[in-house]
């Protein structure tokens, strides 16, 4: 391997520059994607609640070999994939599928420098889905889970001068009986489900922290001014704290801090107030030092004057009103080829006239948040979902049709507007596999937990994977009684949490008269997905793209439908829906529903436009 050295403080890092790295050939790309450089890719701080000075990024090439899953750890050649991009994305350099039965290992090298008195941690934002990690050949831990950060001090395991990371990693997503989360991935990829994501898909890196640390901080706050600091230490010490605005000091304190005329975060007004956080021994010594953010706002709800539940922020109804947005890309796949790309999406929809987004069984990068929080988007965050669905041919026999359901690792399917069914719309998963969809919950709120864009947790979305659901939505609602809980986004409706959610195509519906729904906010979760393929920038040419509602013969009418759309959701809004989510940001492969081509290179409906179409959801 060629070595190239950055330095910074006690890190040396050092990895391969391949000079022959491309894309795969004859891959759909994004402007961004065509822009990325082998050297220098995704080399923005990965962690902006929590940031310290000395860090290095990994990101760049690696050794990569696959073998059978079994095997023991191979040979590294010359084969070499550009991280954080997957190994099925087209700007890894690779694009191959990796089978259940095979293992992709990586490696790479990094030089250090010893410092005495600090400590080395070794961080993956995300890898997909259960990677083992050796040091120098020592094993240092494992992790199961596709979608969230993890890391390992290996300050035991490094030594001066040149140092060795090998992982391995295997990846069954939608096989049956593996109850893996996965999201929108799948082994066939087609309609609405993609190609699947393996190996490493988001940054890796290095960071030297002290002996004693701050690990992470849980941060509250309340329209009185006041800012929680709770932090999690590693060692000894106490916290002292202040808080900025606009670069003035405006408080100072310990785990606690009250602004005085507080400045409310909203989507108009997106106020972000700094934090420093310094961790002090017991004689006053600043042993550590981190910068992070807080905006102060409150998330509720409430009965109007006709007796339906609203939504409201900071005391004052609010209709969420957002995209479905799946966050893939024809290069980088569930990884965004740059944060340029990133925003181009977010930009766009906030020019639109959005205010929120639903982040569709996705976890993304820190910084897609961060970008939120400054922005002033409202973020409703899926969990990832998980299980097989086992379905019938259409001209399935009735007896079929009950095998295939039991087969299945998803209910059935009964809607809000569907008659009570006799069938218990739930479905039992072993032990072993909630107790591992708890763990990767758990660890989704408790990543994204202080970030004040987000405002609704969606645990199950449809019925896919859902199960336990009272179980869950008692845990969700007692665990982050902060936000509000729509515990199934257009899936089976159980008496819990906030909110009941019908999913509606390609116009938007709502059963207002049930009585079951008179205690919870009554919202929309998704609708429209009308279809526009434009020629050129389609994924894959073929003779049927997906799309809701039959294919529109013009742009026109792609718009007419829109409106029209909007317009009836306008009049439910008057009725008592408090929410809207329009499906989606982009086309997806083959799904052709997007407000933007899958490339990005064309809009179909302009930001201008689109926001005079959407004005209606104002009055």
């Known amino acids: 391997m060629k070595v190239q050295q950055l330095l910074m403080s006690t890190l040396v890092y050092a990895g391969a520059v391949a000079a022959e790295w491309e894309p795969v050939k004859n891959s759909m790309l ?3 994607g065509k822009k990325v450089d082998a050297s220098n890719v995704w080399n923005e701080y990965p962690r902006p609640q929590l940031e310290r000075e000395n860090w290095v990024n990994l990101n760049g090439m690696w050794q990569y070999e696959v073998v059978g899953i079994d095997h023991v750890q191979p040979v590294f050649g010359e084969k070499e994939i550009l991280v ?4 099925e994305a087209p700007l890894s350099g690779v694009g191959r599928k990796l089978g259940v039965d095979e293992a992709l290992w990586y490696r790479r090298v990094f030089d250090y420098r010893e410092n005495k008195n600090s400590r080395l941690l070794l961080h993956f934002e995300a890898v997909d889905y259960k990677s083992e990690i050796w040091v120098n050949g020592t094993r240092v831990g494992m992790h199961v889970g596709g979608n969230l950060p993890f890391s390992f001090d290996i300050s035991s395991h ?3 001068g040149e140092n ?6 295997v990846d069954a997503t939608n096989q049956r009986g593996k109850y893996q989360l996965r999201g929108k991935q799948v082994l066939q990829n087609g309609g609405i489900t993609y190609t699947r994501v393996s190996g490493i898909w988001q940054t890796v890196w290095l960071e030297n922290v002290p002996e004693n640390y701050i ?4 941060i509250d706050t309340e329209l009185s001014g006041n800012i929680f600091i709770k932090p999690s230490i590693i060692g000894k010490g106490s916290i002292r704290t202040s808080a900025s605005l606009n670069g003035k ?26 934090l420093k956080i310094e961790l002090l021994s017991s004689n006053g010594e600043v042993m550590d030092c981190v910068k992070s953010y807080a905006g102060i706002r409150e998330v509720g709800k409430r009965i109007d004057e006709n007796g339906n539940w609203r939504l409201t922020l900071n005391g004052n109804d609010i209709f969420h009103w957002g995209p479905l947005d799946q966050g893939w890309w024809p290069d980088g796949l569930l990884t965004p080829p740059s944060e340029e790309a990133m925003l181009f999406d977010m930009k766009y929809l906030k020019e639109a006239g959005f205010n929120m987004i639903r982040k569709h069984i996705k976890v993304e990068p820190r910084r897609f948040y961060y970008q939120c929080d400054k922005m002033g988007f409202l973020v409703w965050q899926d969990h990832v979902s998980g299980g097989q669905r086992a379905g019938a041919p259409k001209d399935a026999t009735e007896d079929e049709k009950k095998a295939a359901l039991a087969r299945s690792e998803w209910p059935e399917w009964i809607r809000l507007h569907d008659k009570p ?6 479905k039992v998963w072993p032990d072993w596999a909630h107790k591992q969809w708890m763990i990767e919950l758990k660890g989704m709120v408790d990543h994204l937990y202080n970030h004040p864009s987000i405002v609704v947790w969606v645990p199950f979305n449809e019925r896919w994977g859902q199960h336990c659901t009272m179980e869950v939505g008692r845990w969700i609602s007692q665990y982050d009684p902060t936000r509000t809980i729509n515990i199934a986004s257009g899936g089976n409706f159980f008496p819990i949490g906030d909110i009941a959610d019908e999913h509606a195509y390609p116009h938007p519906r709502f059963p207002l008269d049930d009585s079951r729904y008179k205690n919870y906010v009554k919202v929309i979760g998704e609708f429209g997905g009308h279809g526009w393929p434009v020629k050129g920038h389609l994924w894959k040419e073929q003779k049927k793209n997906l799309g809701y509602g039959g294919l529109p013969k013009t742009i026109e009418e792609f718009k007419e439908r829109y409106r029209k759309s909007i317009e009836l959701l306008s009049d439910l809004k ?3 829906i408090s929410a809207g989510v329009y499906t989606q940001t982009t086309d997806v492969e083959i799904e052709i529903n997007g407000l933007l081509t899958y490339d990005r290179k064309v809009l179909k409906i302009p930001a201008e436009e689109l926001r005079k179409l959407n004005a209606i959801l104002n009055e």
Not at 164 to 169: A, P, S, T
Not at 250 to 274: K, M, T
């Open 30 to 32: 994004t402007v961004w």
């Open 84 to 87: 954080p991009f997957a190994l």
């Open 158 to 160: 490094v030594k001066p």
């Open 164 to 169: 060795e990371i090998v992982l391995k990693v």
């Open 215 to 218: 690990e992470s901080l849980k």
């Open 249 to 274: 000091k405006v408080a100072e304190g310990g785990e606690i801090l009250n602004i005085q005329n507080p400045q409310f975060w909203s989507p108009e007004s997106p106020v972000l107030y700094d």
């Open 421 to 426: 069914s006799d069938v218990e719309p739930e």
């Open 574 to 576: 008057r009725k008592g």
